[in-house]
Antibody, heavy 119, light 110 residues
Framework: EVQLVESGGGLVQPGRSLRLSCAAS????????MHWVRQAPGKGLEWVSG????????GYADSVKGRFTISRDNAKNSLYLQMNSLRAEDTALYYC????????????WGQGTLVTVSS | NFMLTQPHSVSESPGKTVTISCTRS????????VQWYQQRPGSAPTTVIY?????PSGVPDRFSGSIDSSSNSASLTISGLKTEDEADYYC?????????FGTGTKVTVL
């Protein structure tokens, strides 16, 4: 069974940092690109960042470029999101999701980890 | 980058048909595939249409997708509406450097 389990969320002050993790199981992790997608309370989905299977291709939404860094460790079947200089508008539920090829959908999602940026 | 714009909400009675549009702001809608996701309250999104008009296994054939180059938009049609279809629906596409989600549409079954 495919499982994606996010962790690392919590309450953090503006300007501080947080690192999210996503533990994958039930599939061959390094066959898939991986993504972070967030959803602010009561709002829609926003793609945050994506990384190819071998980390050779990485992309970021303009809203997080220069502040967030995505990475993966295929040996540990894990995906990460380093979030620096956090802002109130980064408050959201952060999902990790897998994607086989760019033309295909994000077909499995975790249940998300909540990040709240507030003083 | 481009944007995908959807109607905020649609509503219809059980058994009827609803169509949700997804309009791409720049670049051709036909240049990259469009996916559609359903999100019920408190749950992660699931795919109902991929590659413009393909249904994943387990998704009923009441769900269909299409694209229209003349309006630069994609559409999701749900026929024979059921109460279980009440949810938020998002289109999604991509370009060479990013993925983009639509603004989302709340479907209400009256």
């Amino acid at each position: 069974e495919v499982q994606l389990v996010e962790s690392g969320g919590g309450l953090v002050q503006p300007g501080r940092s947080l690192r999210l993790s996503c533990a994958a199981s039930g599939f061959t992790f390094d066959d898939y690109a991986m993504h972070w997608v967030r959803q602010a309370p009561g709002k829609g989905l926003e793609w945050v960042s994506g990384i190819s299977w071998n980390s050779g291709s990485i992309g970021y939404a303009d809203s997080v470029k220069g502040r967030f860094t995505i990475s993966r460790d295929n040996a540990k079947n894990s995906l990460y999101l380093q979030m620096n200089s956090l802002r109130a508008e980064d408050t959201a539920l952060y999902y990790c999701a897998r994607q086989w090829l760019v033309r295909y959908p994000l077909d499995y999602w975790g249940q998300g980890t909540l990040v709240t940026v507030s003083s | 980058n481009f944007m995908l714009t959807q109607p905020h909400s649609v509503s219809e009675s059980p058994g009827k048909t609803v169509t949700i549009s997804c309009t791409r702001s720049s670049g051709s809608i036909a240049s990259n595939y469009v996916q559609w996701y359903q999100q019920r309250p408190g749950s992660a999104p699931t795919t109902v249409i991929y590659e413009d008009n393909q249904r994943p296994s387990g998704v009923p054939d009441r769900f269909s997708g299409s694209i229209d180059s003349s309006s630069n938009s994609a559409s999701l049609t749900i026929s024979g509406l059921k109460t279980e279809d009440e949810a938020d629906y998002y289109c999604q596409s991509y370009d060479s450097s990013s993925h983009v989600f639509g603004t989302g549409t709340k479907v209400t079954v009256l």
